[in-house]
């Protein structure tokens, strides 16, 4: 999608009726993150779902991607609405997650899609968000730099319990790197993930030779191959956060549509949130056993919810067939 020739959307999109499901993704993620969701969504409910890849993010390209801040983003989500759909644009439900979440509510707040229906937020509240942004650096720096293959980054993202799904991250990670422009010879390539995917044991007696052995293969083909690296330098966007997620729960329940949230942990509301849920002016729900990338780890369960509420509301039709 081109808003201009300096400014081209990547979007994905999906299903040929009913209303737009919006999707906007967590930061360093992009637009692959929502696949499963999607195929999952689509088979419940009579829907479309475009999804698309932020500025700096994914496949996008744009003039200046170094401007990550709240507005700009949110005035993005609009120009893409606008150029996709003109001055009739058709019922939107917009979805974000942890940063895409955040932008959501300030595309929702400043009034950007005039025909939204509905706003889902995934897995971000102001609280707990602001608290978390002093160790962010910390988590960051703890990342393998470089990993030896899009297979590596993979096995790290699930091995970690970044995403706890492996039909996800093989599609969701490919999107978060790519391959490297350094020299082969780098020395931060992450090894460890290399090794950990390594099942068999030597044998005791040949093991240092056989390490030896190894480790000169491992070098000849750190010469020949590719390398990734992360798409996103999210420690470059510190001084975004805090206008990311500042005074979002205030935004967040001044929307005037219906509104749901669906949270990894009850433990991550905070105080304005716990009064609105309270008030009965939000839909809340917990999904358990999963991390912060909720609609990956438990894609049928995020789907199961939204397509609930998106029924309750009149928003849409159970497909048929479909038990809910």
Same mark, same amino acid.
């Given at each position: 999608?081109?808003?201009?020739?300096?400014?081209?959307?990547? %979007?994905?999109? @999906?299903?040929?009726?009913?209303? #737009?499901?919006?999707?906007?993704? *967590?930061?360093?993620?992009? !637009? &692959?993150?929502?696949?499963?969701?999607?195929?999952?969504?689509?088979?419940?409910?009579?829907?479309?779902?475009?999804?698309?890849?932020?500025?700096?993010?994914?496949?996008?390209?744009?003039?200046?991607?170094?401007?990550?801040?709240?507005?700009?983003?949110?005035?993005?989500?609009?120009?893409?609405?606008?150029?996709?759909?003109?001055?009739?644009?058709?019922?939107?439900?917009?979805?974000?997650?942890?940063?895409?979440?955040?932008?959501?509510?300030?595309?929702?707040?400043?009034? %950007?899609?005039? @025909?939204?229906?509905?706003?889902? #937020?995934?897995?971000?509240?102001? *609280?707990?968000?602001?608290? !978390? &942004?002093?160790?962010?650096?910390?988590?960051?720096?703890?990342?393998?730099?470089?990993?030896?293959?899009?297979?590596?980054?993979?096995?790290?993202?699930?091995?970690?319990?970044?995403?706890?799904?492996?039909?996800?991250?093989?599609?969701?990670?490919?999107?978060?790197?790519?391959?490297?422009?350094?020299?082969?010879?780098?020395?931060?390539?992450?090894?460890?993930?290399?090794?950990?995917?390594?099942?068999?044991?030597?044998?005791?007696?040949?093991?240092?030779?056989?390490?030896?052995?190894?480790?000169?293969?491992?070098?000849?083909? #750190?010469?020949?191959?590719?390398?990734?690296?992360?798409?996103?330098? &999210?420690?470059?966007?510190?001084?975004?956060?805090?206008?990311?997620?500042?005074?979002?729960?205030?935004?967040?329940?001044?929307?005037?549509?219906?509104?749901?949230?669906?949270?990894?942990?009850?433990?991550?509301?905070?105080?304005?949130?716990?009064?609105?849920?309270?008030?009965?002016?939000?839909?809340?729900?917990?999904?358990?056993?999963?991390?912060?990338?909720?609609?990956?780890?438990?894609?049928?369960?995020?789907?199961?919810?939204?397509?609930?509420?998106?029924?309750?509301?009149?928003?849409?039709?159970?497909?048929?067939?479909?038990?809910?």
């Amino acid at each position: 999608m081109s808003l201009t020739t300096q400014n081209i959307f990547r %979007l994905y999109c @999906s299903g040929s009726s009913g209303p #737009v499901l919006l999707l906007l993704h *967590g930061g360093g993620h992009s !637009a &692959l993150s929502w696949a499963v969701f999607t195929a999952v969504i689509c088979s419940r409910i009579s829907c479309r779902v475009v999804a698309m890849d932020l500025r700096a993010h994914g496949d996008t390209k744009v003039k200046n991607p170094e401007d990550l801040s709240a507005d700009t983003m949110a005035k993005d989500v609009g120009k893409v609405v606008e150029a996709l759909y003109g001055e009739s644009p058709p019922p939107i439900m917009m979805i974000g997650h942890s940063m895409g979440g955040a932008i959501a509510v300030h595309t929702a707040s400043a009034n %950007l899609v005039p @025909s939204l229906l509905g706003l889902c #937020v995934i897995d971000v509240v102001e *609280g707990t968000a602001m608290d !978390a &942004l002093n160790s962010m650096q910390n988590f960051l720096r703890s990342r393998p730099k470089t990993f030896k293959s899009l297979e590596n980054a993979i096995e790290w993202s699930v091995k970690s319990g970044q995403i706890r799904n492996i039909e996800s991250a093989r599609v969701s990670m490919g999107g978060q790197v790519k391959k490297c422009e350094e020299s082969a010879n780098n020395p931060s390539v992450s090894n460890s993930i290399g090794e950990g995917i390594i099942e068999e044991e030597e044998e005791e007696g040949g093991a240092e030779e056989s390490n030896k052995k190894r480790m000169k293969e491992d070098d000849q083909e #750190v010469k020949k191959e590719s390398f990734y690296t992360w798409r996103v330098e &999210l420690s470059k966007t510190e001084k975004y956060w805090d206008g990311w997620f500042r005074g979002l729960s205030a935004l967040f329940l001044s929307c005037s549509v219906p509104k749901l949230l669906l949270l990894a942990g009850v433990d991550r509301l905070d105080k304005d949130l716990t009064i609105g849920q309270m008030q009965g002016k939000f839909q809340m729900q917990v999904l358990p056993q999963c991390g912060h990338a909720v609609h990956e780890d438990a894609p049928e369960k995020v789907a199961d919810a939204l397509a609930t509420f998106m029924v309750r509301h009149k928003f849409t039709e159970f497909k048929e067939g479909f038990l809910c």
